[in-house]
Every structure is written in C-alpha cells, then in structure tokens.
C-alpha cells in the first residue's frame, strides 16, 4: 500500500431525501449527514490524490471517529426517528463505514503481511464498491443531488478496490480524484438541504426524482 492507512472513499456517501416535515419534532438530519460526509470524504481523497504526504494521513483518523463516523451514525438514528428508510441506511452505513475505517487504519493495517495487505484492504473496498451500487439503485428515486452523491461515490469505491487489487498507484489516485468530486456534490447537497429548510422554501436545486 502507499502508505500505512489504507485507502477509502468515502457515506459516505451518504445521503437522503430531504424530510424536513415529517411530523416527528425533529429537525431534519439530512445536512448534518452530508456534511460529515463530505468532510471526511475530501480530507482522505487529498492523500488518495496524492495531493498531500502520505505521512500525514493520520488527520483522518479524528475525523473519521468524530464527524463521518459519530456524526453520521446519529444522523441515520434520527432518519430511522423520522422514517426515512434511505436516509437511516445510508447514513448509519456510512456512519459505520469511518468508525470501522479508522479502526482498520489504526490498529488492523499495521499488523497485515506487507505481501498481501492489499488483498485485505481490496476486499475491504470492493465490499462497501456493492453496497454503494445498489444504494445507488435506490437513490434513483430521491434526487438529483444525493443520486450524483451515490454515482460518484460507487466509481470512487470501485477505483480504490482495483488500485489496491492490482496494486496499481495511478488507479488509486484516480479513486481519490472521483472522491474529491464525490465530496463537493456532497456538500451541495448538505448546503442545498440546510438552505431551503432555513429559508424555508426551495433556494437551492436539488432536482426531486420521486
């Protein structure tokens, strides 16, 4: 591997369809999801890029913790509250996704035969690649927004899961530019969610596919 944190993606993607009304009491958790997302998802897709030393990667791992994996989590807590099965299983997988990443990082990474290290981190990425893809399927039906959030994000788990197969550097860069695209849509989607519910009425697109 190129550096000793092994590369990923991504919610993650994550992301739901606006449920601002539901009826519930709650806010809507959608902005809050997004961003943790994208956050987490631009800082890491700047080492996959290799636009940053590999050295420093380490900074992903408070975010990993702390905003995509707590903050994300209790976002699709409050999206099963609200009865949003989209947005409860992607955030809450995602959510999941940089809680497990930062523990495979920290304490699973270091510990693998430096021979075959990719396979296991290959695997990892192909696994969350599947699940990305057919949440995709479903995101078909939400919008416009969070269906680019999934798009971009599925071509990003599949380059990593083949550079890191192939142990090829210049597809697990490419991964992390797509990752780098798939957190700005991601943050559009968060800043057009958070927006109209603050303005309360549409000011952002978000382009509604149901």
């Known amino acids: 591997m190129a550096s000793t944190v092994p590369p990923a993606a ?21 902005p809050l999801g997004l961003g943790a997302f994208a956050t987490t998802t631009f800082v890491l897709s700047c080492f996959n890029a290799d636009l940053i030393n590999a050295g420093l990667a380490g900074v992903v791992l408070p975010l990993a913790l702390a905003f995509g ?14 009865r949003n099965t989209f947005g ?19 304490y699973v990474a270091p510990t693998l035969p430096l021979a075959t290290a990719h396979q296991a981190t290959g695997l990892y ?12 399927v479903a995101a ?32 697990a860069k490419a991964g992390g530019w797509v990752g780098l695209i798939t957190a700005v849509i991601a943050w ?21 596919l149901s």
């Not at 994550?14 to 806010?27: D, H, L, R, V, Y």
């Not at 409860?88 to 920290?106: C, D, E, K």
């Open 10 to 30: 991504p919610e993650t993607p994550s992301s739901p369809p606006p449920a601002s009304a539901t009826g519930t009491g709650i806010a809507d958790p959608a």
């Open 69 to 82: 994996g707590l903050a994300q989590l209790l976002a699709g807590m409050w999206e099963f509250r609200n």
């Open 88 to 106: 409860a299983t992607a955030f809450t997988s995602y959510g999941a996704f940089w809680l497990s990443y930062a523990l495979l990082a920290r």
């Open 125 to 136: 990425l192909l696994v969350w690649a599947i699940f990305t893809v057919y949440m995709t």
């Open 140 to 171: 078909l039906r939400v919008n416009g927004a969070v269906l680019g959030v999934f798009v971009a994000l599925s071509v990003t788990f599949i380059l990593l899961a083949a550079g890191e197969f192939a142990q090829s550097a210049d597809v």
């Open 188 to 208: 559009y989607a968060s800043f057009a969610v958070v927006t109209n519910a603050t303005w309360k009425r549409s000011v952002v697109p978000t382009w509604p």
